[in-house]
């Protein structure tokens, strides 16, 4: 069988477990945090929402302007490339006019500021030309000419009107190591519609290339492409490392998928030669030749005006969050401080300290929250005092009642008349030199009281018989543990005492009554019992013995430790007996008449060892 899947767990849980481990934020952190929230985040939210569709806007306006520009430019040059197209099928139509042979005497005629090469192709025979002097005509350039010669001659050949055949345009071109812009403009030579040949000539357009980047300034960048998606002039700053940078193929790939006179814009990055990137926003708009003229801007600096708003913003939410600081301490000390007062002075209340009272708050509900906890301590004091008085009360009849019943059983032997009540303060006085704690001094000092409770149930004649008893009578007088436990044993409260009251008879050794334990297995309770009812029995007159002097009793009690009484319960009570606590209790007990003979102290010194006592 399967696990079943985990439960992701959520954040509430998450806060909860932390707070199962202990962790509590104190109250100050919490109004700040709320403070903080309130004031930043529906700012942040409302600028994010505001400058997202503000950027959007923005990189959008600013490529319609530069699809303008790009269109503008790129009709400014259409309208020159048409013009001289014009003026080329009009010169064609002069050499046309002219007699054979005469069409290359009139190539000087044509040259001007605009014009550096006038060339006549006649269908048969060789060309002709004129150039300007600075023009370094290049195999390139005259191989492309005698192309578009060739070009219009076919299309002369062909059936239709000759007539009716336009310029041909090709370029742009850079002419010497200036780069010098310029194309080449083919027309038909024709004379009462026959085609003579092709006149021929290049046409510079730096001019007005110049033009059109000087109507460009930074950080827009411009630049015109060939039909073949090469750059053929830039108006960027030759050290402008990302003017040459690769990065464009994704917008010169849509110029050269775009007919003539169409439009497009797109972003894109740009990287200089170190791998460093830009990005770019660019449009472009194409010639009806099938040029392309590009205009480009730096995105960054494009969306600088989004970028002021952003660093405004930026400075206002630091502001706000300021603001929301200083209030958050103002705020935070006027509910924290007077809650972290009250919270002291309920653990002192907690503790029993009833005398304390929360001071009065400037916040209304903390000052009604102060005097209500004054009210409820102040009750609750009078409450415990009054529990406490009565838990006294209730304390000392019952230790009266226990007091009483010990001396009633006391009562029926003259002889063992304070018993019950020495043997109590000897096991108290124990168990504190063991270190017991207080629950278990309390369960000693009744058990100590109570310990020969039994002995209700045993005849007179046993008790009060002044010689030693028979074994029947001995085995009559060893029921009287079991007798107490089992008359305390009714009462549930009693639970922790039955150990004391059954067991104090019992040797460390083993061979006590009433079931034979020893060692350990003797409750520490009827440990210390044994001694102090042993000590107690020593030193009080019997019927069938003399007392004996304390330093008697503690000198047998120390030759029976091991044997009959537990060590560290014997050490405990050597200790007490050297402090002088022992001796302030065995003078309460009643004179003896006498001391016993050394003899007859040893015999009866033995016959308590073994728990022939009956005052034990």
């Known amino acids: 069988m399967r696990d079943p899947p985990a439960r992701e767990v959520t954040l509430f849980e998450q806060w909860g477990r932390l707070g199962d481990r202990g962790f509590r934020p104190r109250l100050f952190f919490v109004l700040l945090a709320v403070v903080l929230v309130v004031s930043l985040v529906p700012l942040g939210l409302f600028s994010h929402v505001a400058l997202s569709g503000m950027r ?8 319609e302007r530069q699809l303008e520009i790009a269109a503008s430019l790129s009709q400014r040059f259409d309208s020159f490339l048409r013009q ?3 003026e080329a099928v009009k010169l064609g139509e002069v050499l046309g006019a002219l007699g054979r042979g005469r069409e290359g005497s009139l190539l000087t005629e044509f040259l001007d500021g605009t014009v550096v090469l006038a060339r006549y192709r006649p269908a048969r025979g060789p060309a002709s030309l004129a150039l300007a002097p600075e023009l370094v005509l290049s195999d390139e350039l005259g191989d492309a000419l005698e192309t578009d010669a060739l070009l219009l001659l076919e299309q002369g050949a062909a059936p239709g009107p000759p007539s009716a055949r336009d310029a041909v345009l090709s370029g742009p071109y850079t002419l ?6 310029a194309v080449t403009v083919s027309a038909p030579v024709q004379r009462r519609g026959e085609l003579l040949g ?8 730096q001019n007005v290339w110049e033009e059109v980047a000087a109507a460009v300034t930074l950080p827009t960048r411009l630049f015109l492409f060939d039909p073949s998606g090469q750059v053929v002039a830039s108006s960027a700053d030759p050290t402008d490392r990302f003017a040459q940078g690769s990065g464009r193929l994704s917008i010169v790939q849509q110029f050269l998928r775009s007919p003539g006179g169409s439009r497009g814009a797109r972003a894109y990055d740009v990287s200089d030669s170190s791998g460093v990137s830009r990005s770019m ?14 205009t480009e801007v730096e995105e960054k600096l494009a969306l600088a005006p989004v970028q002021r708003l952003l660093d405004d913003v930026a400075f206002g939410g630091a502001l706000a969050a ?15 401080r007077p809650i972290t007062r009250l919270a002291a002075i309920s653990r002192r209340v907690a503790r029993g300290d009833f005398s304390v009272s929360a001071t009065s708050s400037r916040v209304r509900e903390l000052d009604q929250l102060a005097s209500g906890f004054n009210t409820m301590a102040r009750q609750l004091g ?4 009054r529990f406490r008085a009565g838990a006294r009360e209730a304390n000392d009849m019952f230790l009266g009642v226990i007091r009483a019943l010990a001396e009633a059983i006391d009562e029926k032997d003259p002889y063992t008349k304070g018993h019950s009540v020495r043997v109590n303060r000897y096991a108290v006085i124990i168990g504190r030199y063991l270190g017991r704690s207080r629950e278990e001094i309390r369960a000693l000092h009744v058990s100590s009281l109570l310990h020969d409770v039994g002995k209700i149930g045993i005849d007179d004649a046993i008790l009060k018989k002044p010689s030693t008893l028979t074994p029947e009578e001995f085995a009559v007088m060893k029921t009287h543990t079991d007798r107490g436990a089992k008359i305390m044993g009714r009462i549930p409260q009693m639970k922790s005492i039955i150990p004391g009251l059954r067991f104090h008879h019992e040797r460390w050794g083993g061979g006590g009554y009433p079931v034979g334990l020893k060692g350990e297995e003797i409750p520490i309770q009827a440990r210390i019992i044994a001694v102090a009812d042993a000590f107690d029995a020593m030193t009080t007159t019997r019927p069938y013995q003399a007392p004996f002097t304390p330093e008697a009793a503690v000198a047998r009690i120390n030759d029976l430790k091991g044997v009959a009484f537990a060590p560290e319960i014997v050490e405990a009570f050597n200790r007490a007996y050297e402090a002088g606590e022992m001796v302030e209790v065995y003078e309460t007990r009643p004179e003896p008449d006498s001391l016993p003979h050394p003899a007859q102290a040893l015999t009866a010194a033995s016959s308590e060892a073994r728990g022939d ?3 034990g």
């Open 198 to 205: 092709v006149f021929q000539e290049i046409a510079l357009i």
């Open 176 to 181: 010497g190591p200036e780069r010098i812009l």
């Open 382 to 385: 009078e409450l415990v005092e």
């Open 322 to 336: 300021g603001l929301a600081i200083v209030a958050a301490l103002v705020l935070g000390g006027m509910i924290s």
């Open 56 to 63: 959007e806007a923005l990189a959008t306006s600013q490529q």
């Open 281 to 294: 926003l660019g449009s472009f708009s194409t010639t009806d030749d099938g040029w392309g003229v590009m």
């Open 84 to 86: 001289k197209g014009r």
């Open 613 to 615: 006592s009956r005052g």
